[in-house]
């Protein structure tokens, strides 16, 4: 792992990309609560690929998030 004293991106950085999943929400999330703003919650777009439809039905209003992948969407 990359280091540096500046707390940005490269302190999350490895070999093969940059491990920065959540860090940004939460810390936006965190300066609107500390704002006093308890009821705003951060969102971020998801791909289509996340989403699951059933054969027999393959239409976005029959799906959900893939079973493997809805506990960090609930995050």
């Known amino acids: 792992m990359l280091k540096d004293n500046y707390g940005g991106v490269t302190a999350y950085a490895y070999h093969g990309g ?12 965190r300066a ?23 054969e027999g039905n393959p239409v976005p209003s029959a799906g959900d998030f893939k079973p493997e992948l809805i506990k960090g969407c609930n995050d």
Request: without cysteine; glycine residues 0%; negative net charge.
């Open 18 to 29: 940059v491990n920065i999943k959540y860090t940004a929400l939460i810390n936006i999330q």
């Open 32 to 54: 609107l609560e500390e704002a006093d703003l308890k009821n705003a919650k951060v969102t971020v777009p998801f791909n289509a690929d996340i989403y699951f439809s059933p």
